[in-house]
């Protein structure tokens, strides 16, 4: 069974991407995993640049990511400048939220230009994939409480000491009082 | 089967196998010494394949690697179209976020108040 090299290509830089993506996402906010946003860049290049045309299927997928690529940047960029100028964990920026508040309307005004029509079938299609993305995550919920309910439990853990109070308490006053001041 | 309720069901058979593979990259992605990755895994791969089966015998394709992309694709597809409500939503959201006010923090009063305390 023959497969392109462009078509290994796109699936290889998807599974990147998603891998890298779900690198990034770990550890906590002030410190994520140092090679997850690399992966994840390594695996959108790979599946926008080729050096051939990918095959069908992929090409499909292809040509919609391009059409959509214009506003869904924008909605990206947009997004980003609007949370990191909102007041949700320090003080409100005016410039960034200004900024991404202009993408923001960018994307809907280039997202509506290509948007489809709304058919009966288009909706049911909508609903359909919803349900394909609850059966999915319902099985792999239900797989785990299997898994998780053959584990032996660990006993309790003992409470913290002062000097574990203390450390944990100076590390949040040094995060929180950090991004006060930033 | 009609090509509308082709369509509804590729939707349905490609968004659970794409998301099924979702699910097994963000294991590999975040794989960690308590996982315990091996059941979930096997599970959801079995979702991939029992969906791309039925799927090509729904478009009555041969059960093979083209069969699974066409079905993968499929899904990224249905999937992306909801983007456009993930996207209003999202908007919604973010109009929620810029307009509120910070609210006082209660583990910065906490930690001083304790220090002071010392």
């Not at chain 2, 939707?11 to 794989?31: D, E, P, Y």
């Not at chain 2, 791969?45 to 799927?55: E, G, K, M, P, R």
């Not at chain 2, 983007?83 to 929620?96: E, G």
Request: charged share 15%.
């Amino acid at each position: 069974m023959y497969v392109s090299l462009a078509a290994v290509q796109v699936w290889g830089g998807f599974c990147l991407a998603a891998i890298g993506f779900a690198m990034h996402r770990t550890g906590p906010a002030f410190r994520r995993h140092p090679v997850g946003a690399p992966v994840a860049v390594l695996g959108l290049a790979l599946i926008l640049l080729h050096t051939k045309q990918p095959p069908e299927p992929e090409l499909l997928l292809m040509e919609t990511a391009m059409d959509a690529g214009p506003w869904l940047a924008s909605a990206v960029l947009g997004t980003t400048l609007v949370l990191s100028g909102a007041p949700t964990y320090s003080d409100r920026k005016p410039l960034p939220l200004f900024v991404g508040w202009v993408f923001v309307f960018s994307a809907w005004y280039l997202m509506l230009a290509i948007i489809p029509k709304l058919t009966m079938v288009e909706i049911l299609s909508w609903v359909s994939s919803i349900l394909g993305v609850v059966l999915a995550i319902t099985v792999f919920a239900l797989s785990v409480r299997f898994t998780e309910r053959r584990t032996p439990t660990e006993p309790e853990t003992e409470p913290l000491s002062e000097k574990e109070r203390k450390y944990i308490g100076s590390v949040l006053r040094r995060h929180l009082e950090a991004s006060d001041e930033s | 089967m009609s090509p509308e309720m082709e369509s509804i069901a590729s939707a349905f058979l490609g968004s659970a196998a794409l998301t099924s593979l979702l699910i097994i990259l963000a294991t590999i992605g975040t794989l960690n010494p308590y996982h315990r990755p091996a059941i979930p895994i096997a599970v959801t791969t079995a979702v991939i394949f029992a969906s791309t089966y039925l799927h090509s015998i729904f478009n009555g394709v041969s059960f093979d690697l083209v069969a699974l992309r066409t079905n993968l694709i499929d899904g990224a597809l249905s999937m992306f179209d909801l983007i456009y409500i993930a996207f209003s939503v999202l908007t919604v959201l973010i109009i929620q976020a810029s307009l509120k006010r910070r609210p006082d923090d209660p583990l910065i009063a906490l930690s001083d108040a304790e220090s002071g305390s010392e």
